[in-house]
């Protein structure tokens, strides 16, 4: 009896590199995420870095709500409520078990809540979404024309 291989996420799947590769893509924009909101953090929320090097995404998130409560610079609310969203689908990612098709997400609070990675396509959606949110971050790091980046250099 010959299985099918329906999915990518399948070891056995002739296209399970290129689905490890995004894998490795969408991995790495999630720690671009977190190097944004890092930098957003210290640059212009003027938090220490040493008290962030251990801070997980959702705590890096929670640093940068002063900035987005008076929405200074221009569109640091907008970029909060999109790194909510992609903190979420990182999460949905980044907590997902290893199943025979590729990766399978469920919730604790929500038992009805599935969430699959089998294809390629799954994966670079999310990669897409984290991607967005670096970039957006980063708009607002140099919003000033980098002054700001440069005078917290000359701070240090």
Known sequence: MTVALLHAGDPRHPDH????AELGRVT?????VAGICFDL???????????????????L??????????????????????????????NDLLHA?????GLHRRRTDDPHYVRNFFDVADLAAVTAILETTRSEGNRLLYHDSGQSVRDWYNRQ
């Open 17 to 20: 590199a290129e689905w490890l």
């Open 41 to 59: 953090a210290r640059v212009l929320g003027g938090v220490d870095s040493a008290a962030m090097y251990n801070d997980p995404l959702g705590t």
């Open 61 to 90: 998130a929670k640093r940068l709500q002063p900035l987005a409560a008076t929405d200074n610079p221009t569109g640091m609310r907008g970029f909060a409520a999109n790194l909510d969203r992609a903190r979420v689908a990182r």
């Open 97 to 101: 078990l290893p199943v025979r098709h």
């Open 28 to 32: 790495y924009a999630a720690a671009g």
